[in-house]
């Protein structure tokens, strides 16, 4: 599984931002794609992911202010992002997961700045 993100980069506070990814390789079945961040010196943590049947969950940091959607014809996921904050301000990570399994599939990483 390839994953192909796009996107990020320098917004100041209040604004947004539209993150993309595509999926390519050996991609059928029921998944989940969506999207982690890691801050400097910090763990990796969850924005928002949407399964194949279009379930979403999202961070509560994030919730009213981010949106997951998926093309699933695409293979394509994006991360629409408003009102944007000086703590969103991360490297983001496109996701994949075959639907069961625990192996974790990344794309290379944007960041995403925003500046107060």
């Known amino acids: 599984v390839q994953l192909q993100a796009s996107g990020g980069g320098l917004v100041q506070a209040g604004g947004s931002l539209r993150l993309s990814c595509a999926a390519s390789?050996?991609?059928?079945?029921?998944?989940?794609m969506g999207w982690y961040r890691q801050l400097l010196g910090k763990q990796r943590e969850l924005v928002a992911i949407?399964?194949?049947?279009?379930?979403?969950n999202y961070a509560d940091s994030v919730k009213g202010r981010f949106t997951i959607s998926r093309d699933n014809t695409k293979k394509t996921v994006s991360l629409q992002m408003d009102s944007l904050k000086p703590e969103d301000t991360a490297v983001y990570y496109c996701?994949?997961?075959?639907?069961?399994?625990?192996?974790?599939?990344w794309g290379q990483g944007t960041l995403v700045t925003v500046s107060s």
């Open positions: 949407s399964s194949s049947g279009d379930a979403t």
């Open positions: 390789g050996s991609i059928s079945g029921d998944n989940i």
């Open positions: 996701t994949w997961r075959r639907w069961g399994t625990t192996t974790y599939y």
